[in-house]
Nanobody
Framework: QVQLVESGGGLVQPGGSLRLSCAAS????????IAWFRQAPGKGLEGISC????????WYADSVKGRFTISSDNAKNTFDLHMTNLEAEDTAVYSC??????????????????WGQGTQVTVSA
Protein backbone atom coordinates (compact mmCIF):
# COMPACT_ATOMS: atom_id res chain seq x y z
CA GLN A 1 0.00 0.00 0.00
CA VAL A 2 1.41 3.37 -1.03
CA GLN A 3 1.47 5.71 1.93
CA LEU A 4 3.08 8.94 3.11
CA VAL A 5 3.03 9.77 6.81
CA GLU A 6 4.06 13.19 8.06
CA SER A 7 5.37 14.28 11.41
CA GLY A 8 6.89 17.34 13.02
CA GLY A 9 4.26 20.06 12.92
CA GLY A 10 3.43 22.25 15.89
CA LEU A 11 3.52 25.71 17.39
CA VAL A 12 6.64 27.82 16.99
CA GLN A 13 7.45 31.46 17.70
CA PRO A 14 8.27 33.91 14.90
CA GLY A 15 11.90 33.54 13.92
CA GLY A 16 11.98 29.96 15.08
CA SER A 17 12.67 26.74 13.20
CA LEU A 18 10.81 23.51 12.61
CA ARG A 19 11.53 20.32 10.68
CA LEU A 20 8.77 18.36 8.99
CA SER A 21 9.34 14.75 8.00
CA CYS A 22 7.55 12.51 5.54
CA ALA A 23 7.99 8.74 5.66
CA ALA A 24 7.09 6.73 2.58
CA SER A 25 5.99 3.11 2.47
CA UNK A 26 4.95 0.85 -0.39
CA UNK A 27 7.29 2.48 -2.91
CA UNK A 28 10.89 3.71 -3.23
CA UNK A 29 11.17 7.50 -3.00
CA UNK A 30 14.35 7.58 -5.04
CA UNK A 31 12.36 6.95 -8.23
CA UNK A 32 9.85 9.74 -7.65
CA UNK A 33 9.63 13.51 -7.50
CA ILE A 34 8.92 14.78 -3.98
CA ALA A 35 7.22 17.97 -2.88
CA TRP A 36 5.83 19.98 -0.03
CA PHE A 37 2.61 21.97 -0.25
CA ARG A 38 0.76 24.13 2.23
CA GLN A 39 -2.68 25.59 2.65
CA ALA A 40 -3.18 28.61 4.85
CA PRO A 41 -6.60 29.44 6.36
CA GLY A 42 -8.90 30.79 3.67
CA LYS A 43 -6.33 30.29 0.89
CA GLY A 44 -5.70 27.75 -1.83
CA LEU A 45 -3.08 25.03 -1.99
CA GLU A 46 0.42 26.42 -2.53
CA GLY A 47 3.41 24.44 -3.74
CA ILE A 48 6.45 25.56 -1.75
CA SER A 49 9.27 23.16 -2.60
CA CYS A 50 10.00 20.13 -4.71
CA UNK A 51 12.84 17.98 -5.94
CA UNK A 52 13.13 15.78 -9.00
CA UNK A 53 15.42 12.81 -9.35
CA UNK A 54 18.61 14.74 -8.66
CA UNK A 55 19.73 17.37 -6.16
CA UNK A 56 20.12 19.99 -8.90
CA UNK A 57 16.43 19.79 -9.76
CA UNK A 58 15.26 21.44 -6.54
CA TRP A 59 12.71 24.27 -6.63
CA TYR A 60 11.45 26.70 -4.01
CA ALA A 61 8.62 29.20 -4.05
CA ASP A 62 9.77 32.80 -3.67
CA SER A 63 7.88 33.01 -0.39
CA VAL A 64 10.18 30.42 1.25
CA LYS A 65 13.41 30.66 -0.76
CA GLY A 66 16.42 31.06 1.51
CA ARG A 67 14.45 29.97 4.59
CA PHE A 68 13.23 26.44 3.79
CA THR A 69 15.30 23.44 2.67
CA ILE A 70 14.03 20.18 1.21
CA SER A 71 16.12 17.05 1.72
CA SER A 72 15.72 13.33 1.32
CA ASP A 73 17.22 10.13 2.66
CA ASN A 74 16.60 7.36 0.17
CA ALA A 75 18.09 4.75 2.50
CA LYS A 76 15.43 5.60 5.10
CA ASN A 77 12.78 6.31 2.44
CA THR A 78 12.02 9.68 4.02
CA PHE A 79 12.19 13.33 3.07
CA ASP A 80 12.18 16.47 5.17
CA LEU A 81 11.37 20.15 5.03
CA HIS A 82 13.59 22.20 7.30
CA MET A 83 11.98 25.58 7.97
CA THR A 84 13.90 28.46 9.51
CA ASN A 85 13.15 32.10 10.29
CA LEU A 86 9.46 31.28 10.39
CA GLU A 87 6.90 34.06 9.99
CA ALA A 88 3.24 34.31 10.93
CA GLU A 89 2.44 34.06 7.22
CA ASP A 90 3.90 30.53 7.23
CA THR A 91 1.01 29.32 9.38
CA ALA A 92 -0.72 26.59 7.38
CA VAL A 93 -1.41 22.89 7.03
CA TYR A 94 1.64 21.38 5.36
CA SER A 95 1.40 18.28 3.19
CA CYS A 96 4.06 16.13 1.57
CA UNK A 97 3.56 14.50 -1.80
CA UNK A 98 5.29 12.18 -4.24
CA UNK A 99 4.74 11.62 -7.92
CA UNK A 100 6.20 9.95 -10.96
CA UNK A 101 7.84 12.27 -13.47
CA UNK A 102 6.54 12.06 -17.03
CA UNK A 103 8.96 12.83 -19.91
CA UNK A 104 9.53 16.57 -19.98
CA UNK A 105 8.24 17.11 -16.45
CA UNK A 106 10.09 19.05 -13.83
CA UNK A 107 9.23 18.56 -10.19
CA UNK A 108 7.06 21.69 -10.31
CA UNK A 109 4.90 20.23 -13.11
CA UNK A 110 4.82 16.59 -12.02
CA UNK A 111 1.45 15.05 -11.15
CA UNK A 112 1.53 14.22 -7.44
CA UNK A 113 -0.55 11.12 -6.77
CA UNK A 114 0.58 10.18 -3.25
CA TRP A 115 -0.15 12.60 -0.40
CA GLY A 116 0.46 12.76 3.31
CA GLN A 117 -2.32 13.46 5.76
CA GLY A 118 -1.20 17.04 6.46
CA THR A 119 0.30 18.55 9.59
CA GLN A 120 -0.47 21.90 11.18
CA VAL A 121 2.27 24.49 11.56
CA THR A 122 1.35 27.55 13.60
CA VAL A 123 3.74 30.47 13.91
CA SER A 124 2.69 32.72 16.75
CA ALA A 125 4.10 34.52 19.74
Amino acid sequence: QVQLVESGGGLVQPGGSLRLSCAASGFALGHFAIAWFRQAPGKGLEGISCRGLSDDSTWYADSVKGRFTISSDNAKNTFDLHMTNLEAEDTAVYSCAAGRLNPGDTCSTAPYAAWGQGTQVTVSA
